[in-house]
């Protein structure tokens, strides 16, 4: 919480298993059923929705974005979805388990590798772009 502004009821992780700044994250977020949005997606077959998948991968990739001492107080923007596949549906009682790879950078921008996966099989990949404006964190 230190590095990214999300709060509740949008803040998406629950923990950083592994951090190495500049190369990887491993963070997880526990779905329950109390997460409001299982109200209306969907009555008796709650699922989570692939939108929330992808934020939290954005979430998890801002935070390794944000250890970088060049993007040191700044906030991270997502700049671009490419690729995003759903391979299996997000349940209640499931953990995730986001794993995020930097790639390319140039000044203030770059690219991330996302999978997300459920007991070990790939429930999402994208590729996410980012921005990060040269503006300090308020």
Not at 67 to 81: F, H, L, P, Q, V
Not at 103 to 115: A, E, F, H, P, R
């Amino acid at each position: 919480m230190d590095l990214i502004p999300n709060r509740y009821p949008i803040l998406y992780i629950d923990r950083v298993e592994e951090l190495v700044p500049d190369e990887k994250i491993v963070a997880t977020k526990n779905v329950t059923i109390n997460e409001n949005y299982f109200q209306g997606h969907f009555p008796g077959n709650p699922v989570m929705p692939g939108v929330l998948i992808i934020e939290s991968m954005a979430q998890a990739a801002s935070i390794l974005i944000l250890k970088s001492e060049k993007y040191k107080d700044k906030t991270a923007y997502m700049g671009e979805i490419k690729n995003a596949k759903f391979r299996k549906m997000v349940k209640p009682g499931d953990v995730i388990t986001f794993e995020i790879i930097m790639g390319k950078q140039k000044k203030n921008m770059g690219v991330v590798d996302c999978t997300a996966y459920v007991d070990d099989k790939k429930a999402c990949q994208a590729q996410l772009t980012f921005i990060v404006p040269d503006v300090k964190r308020k």
